[in-house]
């Protein structure tokens, strides 16, 4: 299991409300952030390999009611396998899909902005960290791959200003984006 990076997501206010209440001309402000985790994985082998990452963070952990995961390899965005820990505390949440021979795929982690309730309340913060390993389900035992993280974020939400977006690529915890990855360790 290798270190990949953190991660935040966000579905809230850019500012709180009791700040632009006190101070009104911060208003135009106040719009609200849909901010996702995006994950660019390139297999630079000539065999398939099935990955997995790990997403661990602090209570609440990933509540499929309120994530959105999907993989795209194809330009359109397909399911992901996953395993949610339920349990308090540190929580561990697994996704796992296959990455073909020199290919790419864009693994996204965000919060569910179809999710009408979600999104009215606007209040929904996660960070954590996110791990990759070879499945145990995958026939290689070794892999190299080229992984770029990033946060998209969308801001939307006042009359007075217009859609906006933001996205920046993340520090890499091994400091290069070459992951050489063994089922061994």
Do not use: W
């Not at 290689?140 to 939307?156: M, N, Y």
């Amino acid at each position: 299991m290798a270190f990949i990076s953190t991660f935040e997501l966000l579905l809230k206010p850019q500012l709180p409300k009791k700040l632009t209440d006190k101070e009104p001309e911060l208003s135009p402000l106040a719009r609200k952030v849909l901010q996702g985790y995006f994950l660019t994985i390139a297999n630079v082998t000539n065999e398939l390999v099935f990955l997995s990452l790990v997403v661990t963070t602090r209570t609440p952990g990933l509540d499929p009611k309120k994530i959105l995961t999907v993989l795209d390899t194809t330009g359109v965005d397909g399911p992901v396998s996953s395993v949610f820990d339920g349990a308090g505390g540190i929580q561990k949440s697994r996704f796992t899909f296959p990455i073909n021979a020199n290919d790419t795929g864009l693994f996204i982690l965000q919060p569910d902005a179809t999710n009408k309730k979600l999104r009215e309340e606007a209040n929904f913060e996660l960070r954590g960290y996110v791990e990759i390993s070879i499945s145990s389900v995958s026939t290689p035992k070794t892999t190299q791959l080229l992984i770029t993280p990033e946060h998209r974020g969308t801001f939307f939400g006042t009359e007075k200003a217009e859609l906006g977006e933001i996205a920046y690529v993340l520090p890499l915890a091994n400091g290069k984006s070459l992951f050489e990855l063994s089922k061994d360790g």
